[in-house]
């Protein structure tokens, strides 16, 4: 019995032991678990701290953007929506109100708030299905307002989880961007009016200025008393002394409204030189030599803007030739170091006050009052200002009573003389035996001109003065090039390209234009012509084409003959270029002009056609003859005319009024014409 109870007793305190250490085991474990109870609640409480840092940093971050944003899932239900959004598309609920809401239907429920619903429903559509970025989709509302819209998918994993739309109200932008447009158009209209304004208050003011100094050269060949002499130079002196004024004036107006551009061209300096001494020589008081100086190291030729060097230099000197009454004027040309030419304008003449230097460039300021009445005031500036525009410049040394010296430095770049330049043309041979050439031309006086030329340079040629007789030259003979001109009253020179061109004919054909207008210019070359030559075309440049299609040319060993006096008021720049030295050549050409020309320009002015077409057809007809005599202002009228008139900016009765106005003029010219005939046999 003891036994029985010693083993129940033991086996009592097994399983009490065994309760104790399970009791002890849970207690353990229990506590593990709170631990980590305790760590997971903290770690949850840690990442939702730090999703809604998150999502508050993604709520200011859009809230602060520029523009309405809406945050999409795939599902297209709202997961985030800024305040702007709701103002942008006037929605009264908060941002947060919207959050989880269907956006799948939205595009139709505002749609008709856009200009153009049904494309703002379609763009979306595609814009979802394609699922790529983009930027800057425009959109009009019909309250005025104009929207850029972003479109920003969202990919996880290469898994598309949504999408942002950003939205931006640009009106304000457009507004100024139209404005400047508008602003931009309106200062390239007023840069063409300021240019049409120039070009027309230039012939207007200059137009009667000519014809009273064109009266006044008339009454001077008249029989005059002494004192009527005398009034004569005074009206001759004040026309002139405006004319300058209204030619520095308008210069200066060009130069400030950046109508100035130059013109880069290879040009010979020495030939530039000559040229300037030959138009300054006239301006020279009795007493007062002219010496020009080319010192070693100066070159033949330069790449530059010619015309602009002549102009800064005639300023200067004419300058000179007014201030000094004795002694010399002088022009000096050196080469200085980086490719720069120096010109030095010097003079004996009555100096500048060292006090009026600083000033001296300035608008409308002259070194002395007393002077005043024979300047304007303008052309030093121009120099100025033409020098800064050639990249160079310009400095003093004067004193009072002890003469004047200016000096220019700009860059020039030394080069070769172009391929087709010939220094003495009428000196030019071609080999051309095989060579024929058809001439399509309906100005007798330009046919006589081209004849010569081509003449003498045995070339042989036939003339078609019409476009039929053009179709029965082609016909009947073989040519290797054709001068055609693309105006004629029987038809159009375009038309007889086209037929040599369709004939699968591609010899050289050249454009005979009085027009140098670029437009005019380019439709010649997209007839298809190879090159064109502007009428009146000198030697040199109808010699460069036959030179560029067939042998180049070379020069025979002839003396060069004696220089050719030619009448004051007679372009002589461009009468050297037409003929150089040959008298002949120039008188066959000046008896022609009178004899086959001057009744037909005489009935033109005197009885002008009633339409606007007509007096453009015979502007443009009889405008290159006054070139060949060297009536270059008369030239430049009938070219002014024809612009206006091809602009549609005259009038029939305006066109009638410029012809009339020109009378006096052409008289003049006639006249010069008639003295120069007289020279020439004179010195037979």
Request: overall charge negative; hydrophobic content about 40%; some cysteine.
């Amino acid at each position: 019995m003891s036994k029985e109870i010693e083993i129940l007793k033991r086996k009592l305190d097994r399983e009490k032991k065994a309760r104790l250490e399970a009791e002890n085991l849970l207690e353990q474990k229990a506590t593990e678990l709170f631990e980590t109870n305790q760590q997971l609640e903290s770690l949850v409480q840690q990442r939702t701290e730090s999703l809604e840092r998150n999502n508050n940093r993604l709520t200011t971050l859009i809230d602060s953007l520029s523009g309405g944003v809406l945050l999409e899932d795939e599902f297209r239900n709202i997961k985030l929506v800024n305040q702007q959004f709701c103002d942008m598309f006037s929605i009264p609920a908060p941002p947060e109100a919207l959050v989880g809401m269907d956006c799948s239907n939205q595009a139709e429920q505002i749609k008709d708030i856009f200009t153009t619903p049904d494309v703002f429903v379609e763009r979306i559509i595609v814009v979802l299905k394609e699922q790529k970025q983009v930027l800057n989709d425009i959109l009009e509302m019909k309250d005025g307002r104009t929207l850029e819209r972003d479109y920003i998918p969202i990919f996880s994993r290469n898994s598309y989880v949504g999408h942002l739309w950003h939205y931006r109200d640009i009106t304000n932008r457009i507004s100024f961007q139209n404005d400047l447009i508008e602003a931009q158009e309106k200062a390239i209209k007023a840069k063409e009016t300021e240019k049409y304004f120039l070009a027309k208050m230039s012939h207007e003011i200059r137009t009667p200025l000519n014809a009273v100094i064109g009266m006044s050269h008339l009454l001077r060949d008249s029989a005059l008393c002494k004192e009527q002499n005398e009034w004569l130079k005074t009206i001759t002196a004040s026309a002139t002394l405006l004319q300058h004024l209204v030619n520095d004036i308008l210069d200066l107006s060009k130069l400030e409204s950046g109508m100035m551009e130059l013109k880069v061209m290879p040009f010979n300096l020495k030939e530039l030189v000559k040229t300037i001494e030959m138009g300054i020589v006239p301006l020279l008081q009795e007493r007062v030599d002219l010496k020009t100086t080319l010192n070693d190291g100066v070159v033949d030729w330069y790449e530059g803007d010619p015309h602009v060097i002549q102009q800064i230099l005639n300023n200067l000197l004419s300058n000179s030739a007014k201030f000094t009454t004795k002694g010399e004027v002088g022009l000096d040309v050196y080469k200085v170091a980086g490719n720069r030419i120096q010109f030095k304008v010097w003079d004996t003449g009555i100096g500048i006050p060292s006090e009026m230097h600083a000033n001296i460039f300035d608008k409308y300021k002259q070194a002395d009052s007393k002077h005043a009445a024979i300047g304007t005031g303008l052309g030093l500036n121009i120099v100025k200002e033409l020098t800064t525009l050639l990249e160079g410049d310009i400095v003093l040394a004067s004193e009072k009573g002890e003469g004047t010296a200016f000096t220019i430095t700009i860059p020039l770049t030394e080069t070769d003389a172009p391929i087709d330049y010939i220094e003495h043309p009428q000196e030019m041979k071609l080999d051309m035996q095989n060579i024929r050439i058809m001439v399509l031309e309906d100005n007798r006086f330009s046919i006589k001109y081209i004849s010569k030329l081509l003449e003498g340079l045995g070339v042989k040629f036939d003339i078609a003065e019409t476009v039929s007789d053009a179709y029965w030259l082609l016909d009947n003979n073989h040519y290797q090039m054709g001068l055609v001109d693309l105006n004629l009253p029987d038809g159009k020179g375009t038309e007889v390209v086209s037929f040599i061109r369709n004939q699968n004919n591609d010899m050289p054909l050249v454009a005979l234009t009085a027009s140098t207008l670029p437009d005019d210019i380019s439709d010649a070359m997209e007839s298809g012509v190879n090159d064109y030559l502007s009428k009146p075309f000198i030697p040199n440049e109808l010699y460069a084409i036959l030179g560029k299609y067939f042998e180049k040319m070379s020069a025979t060993n002839s003396d060069h003959s004696e220089e050719l006096e030619l009448v004051n008021g007679l372009d002589a720049i461009q009468l050297k270029k037409l003929y150089g030295n040959d008298k002949n050549y120039m008188l066959d050409m000046f008896v022609g002009f009178k004899e086959d020309a001057m009744n037909t320009i005489i009935d033109f002015i005197n009885n002008p056609p009633e339409s606007l077409e007509s007096i453009r057809y015979w502007v443009h007809k009889l405008k290159p003859n006054f070139g060949f005599v060297g009536l270059s202002e008369i030239e430049q009228e009938f070219d002014f005319i024809e612009t206006e008139i091809d602009q549609k900016k005259m009038s029939l009765d305006v066109a009638i009024e410029k012809l009339n106005n020109l009378k006096v003029k052409l008289n003049n010219g006639m006249a010069l014409v008639d003295k120069q005939i007289h020279v020439l046999n004179k010195n037979d």
